[in-house]
């Protein structure tokens, strides 16, 4: 199903990308040869399309991919510079990519890199719950060689690997490729490029069958707990609405019963 940015569907496609869900699995192909690079209206609409998921009871988990097999993605698109596009421009509810920045996310984003994964790419990437690459993939952040920012970069890469690690990356450009990525535990899984979508599926597939409340809540925490301490942090998660939702759910009960019978659980959202 195809429908303008303004008023986007689950499954509606968007300027720049596609969107195909199944078995409550939504699949985000940015598709903008030659790179897959994004501008504002790309990222606006991207982010409708996220949001949509969000809104969604349908769709447990959503996977972030690139056409192609050369670019998971450019990251901001330099020629919209040329047609008077700030790089800090308005790029929608939920930021650049779509997902990095949309408030209280319950739907899990993989991100499949599927080939070079730069500056802003690389940006959406890290954004991302989990991350597989093709065994070509490369990430790196060219912004200060360009006399730009890597600016969400700067924030979450030291994050995500030593810092030392990360300031090299970010202060030089380093290309990085899948193997030390997954060295430094930014990826998951390594796989052939053939195997790359199938595998991301298979590991959606896995999310899907957890809670969806235990799902939404893990987020949740990981977002409210990154900065604090681990000793101060575990009263203050029992606080929060959704670990709440989870321990207290009907969802709960029928994981026990499930485990007990030795059959799959039926999950209900409640």
């Given at each position: 199903m195809?429908t303008?940015?303004d ?21 985000l ?5 030659k790179?897959?690079a994004?501008?504002a209206?790309?990222s606006?609409?991207m ?6 998921f ?6 447990r ?9 050369r670019f998971?993605s ?6 919209s510079?040329?047609?008077?596009e ?7 509810v939920?930021?650049f ?20 994964a ?12 989990l ?7 490369r ?5 200060a060689a ?9 924030v979450?890469?030291?994050?995500l ?39 991301a ?8 069958a957890?809670a ?17 301490d681990p ?13 709440r ?11 026990t ?14």
């Amino acid at each position: 199903m195809t429908t303008n940015a303004d008023a986007p569907t689950p499954d509606a496609a968007g300027p720049g990308f596609r969107v195909e869900i199944a078995d409550g699995i939504a699949v985000l192909t940015i598709d903008r040869p030659k790179a897959n690079a994004i501008d504002a209206a790309t990222s606006v609409a991207m982010g409708q399309a996220f949001l949509a998921f969000e809104r969604d009871p349908d769709v447990r988990v959503a996977i972030v991919t690139g056409a192609g097999e050369r670019f998971f993605s450019a990251g901001w698109d330099l020629s919209s510079a040329a047609d008077g596009e700030a790089f800090d421009s308005d790029y929608g509810v939920g930021g650049f990519g779509g997902f990095v920045d949309l408030p209280d996310r319950t739907v899990p984003v993989i991100a499949a890199v599927n080939g070079m994964a730069v500056g802003g790419g690389f940006e959406i990437a890290m954004a991302a719950d989990l991350i597989v690459a093709a065994d070509h993939a490369r990430f790196w952040l060219p912004e200060a060689a360009l006399g730009m920012l890597p600016d969400a970069g700067s924030v979450r890469l030291p994050k995500l690997v030593p810092p030392h690690v990360a300031r090299e990356l970010l202060l030089t450009g380093r290309r990085m490729d899948a193997a030390e990525a997954h060295r430094w535990g930014l990826v998951s899984r390594v796989v052939p490029a053939g195997e790359l979508l199938a595998t991301a599926r298979e590991l959606a597939a896995a999310v899907r069958a957890s809670a969806p409340l235990s799902v939404a809540a893990i987020l949740d925490i990981g977002r409210r707990t990154a900065d604090m301490d681990p000793i101060a942090a575990m009263p203050f998660i029992k606080t929060l609405a959704g670990y709440r939702a989870a321990i207290d759910s009907e969802d709960a009960q029928e994981g026990t019963r499930a485990f007990e019978e030795k059959r799959p659980p039926v999950w209900r959202g409640r």
